[in-house]
């Protein structure tokens, strides 16, 4: 998967702008302020997703224009389409494809890229909400089944959490309480396996990413945590649902007095480590942006093996903060297919990269 060209008309700080990309490493660089985040935004929007900085298509046209348009000729699954994306203001956005017109949702299917941007360092170092979001994402894209199975989680979990808060005040809500804590555990013993499976195919690719990454110099490891009673998270959904219920079981009472839900895979969590030390609370700037972005990396190899196409990889501002044997690696070392970073180094970055180099000043490519 392959963008060629892309010709933004109104688009964030972009008048009139065509771009012709080469068909593996793109540096875009240039001081603060003028226009390589919007570039990749507008990649990004190719895909049919929202923009990963707005979920206004509003903010997306030019303060002085009344419309904007991306229009990108790629390449899917060897073939070449032409993609134009249509924002007017108060309208919602026209998607066409060789000139028909298709819905956003339908590009997902014709163009997915993997994009890390500095807010993904929330993977390292912050709360396991942000792990869980990884897995949910990475696995509701790979697996149907999975989006689901987190929808009816999510909405037993707020029943039950209903319950657990107001059963003092009316005591007949304690009739549901077991049924919904079982169907919890149903779903528990589903995801679990899901989980897991994803789990080891991310340790597994990410390790050796991290090593190369790192000069050889750090081992990335990546566990999968969840209930405590769960003894093989590989084991049939029976038996799972079986352990899921006993540690449930076993804090009703605790549930019931703190007004919460206690137990369960809205707990569940990725151990992240380097070097055997836990990630989130010692590896330094250096090290987390590295580990966040082997698990991107790694990301876009699952994604490959299944699809049998690399998605088109984003890199928003990854190199500072970087020593030199790491940035060379982001700059000529990953591998595969078409990769654009954005970076503020200058004219210097173009005898380091054996790539293609842009230099964007106020809105113009040269
Ligand atoms: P940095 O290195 O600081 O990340 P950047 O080159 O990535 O900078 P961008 O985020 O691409 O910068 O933004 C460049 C400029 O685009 C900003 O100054 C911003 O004010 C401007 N901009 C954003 N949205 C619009 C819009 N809708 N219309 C016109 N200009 C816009
Ligand atoms: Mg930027």
Request: with cysteine; net charge neutral; aromatic share 8%.
């Amino acid at each position: 998967m392959r963008i060629e060209r892309i010709a933004l008309s109104g688009f964030r700080n972009y008048d009139e702008e065509t771009v012709s990309f080469g068909p593996d490493v793109n540096v875009i660089c240039g001081p603060n302020a003028q226009g390589k985040t919007n570039l990749l935004e507008a990649v990004y929007l190719l895909t049919g997703a929202h923009s990963f900085r707005t979920r206004f298509d509003r903010e997306l046209i030019g303060f002085d224009c009344d419309w904007a348009s991306v229009l990108a000729d790629v390449e899917s699954a060897g073939r070449d389409q032409t993609v134009r994306l249509l924002f007017k203001r108060g309208q919602s956005r026209q998607v066409t494809v060789n000139g028909a017109k298709k819905t956003s949702a339908s590009l997902a299917g014709l163009m997915t890229a993997v994009l890390f941007s500095p807010d993904d360092l929330y993977l390292i170092k912050e709360g396991a909400a942000a792990r869980r979001r990884l897995m949910d994402s990475a696995i509701g894209q790979l697996r149907p089944g999975y989006a689901a199975l987190l929808a009816d989680y999510n909405k037993l979990y707020e029943s039950k959490m209903r319950i657990l808060k107001d059963w003092r005040e009316k005591p007949s809500l304690l009739d549901t309480l077991d049924e919904f804590s079982d169907g919890l555990a149903r779903c528990s013993a589903r995801m679990i396996r899901y989980r897991a499976s994803f789990s080891e195919r991310l340790a597994a690719a990410a390790a050796p990413i991290h090593r190369d990454f790192s000069g050889g110099r750090e081992e990335l490891g990546l566990r999968y945590v969840t209930v405590s009673t769960v003894t093989d998270t590989h084991a049939p959904a029976e038996e799972i649902y079986r352990q899921v219920l006993d540690h449930q079981q076993a804090h009703r009472q605790a549930e019931l007095e703190a007004g919460q839900c206690l137990t369960g895979i809205h707990k569940d969590d990725l151990d992240i480590s380097i070097n055997g030390v836990a990630a989130r609370a010692f590896a330094s700037q250096g090290q987390t942006r590295t580990a966040a972005l082997s698990l991107k990396l790694a990301e876009r190899e699952i994604f490959r093996t299944e699809t049998g196409e690399y998605p088109v990889l984003l890199l928003d501002d990854v190199l500072s903060e970087l020593d030199a044997v790491r940035q060379e690696f982001v700059l000529n070392r990953i591998g595969g297919g078409q990769t654009l970073i954005t970076c503020c180094e200058d004219e210097d970055i173009s005898r380091r990269t054996g790539g293609r180099v842009f230099s964007v000043r106020e809105g113009r490519i040269r």
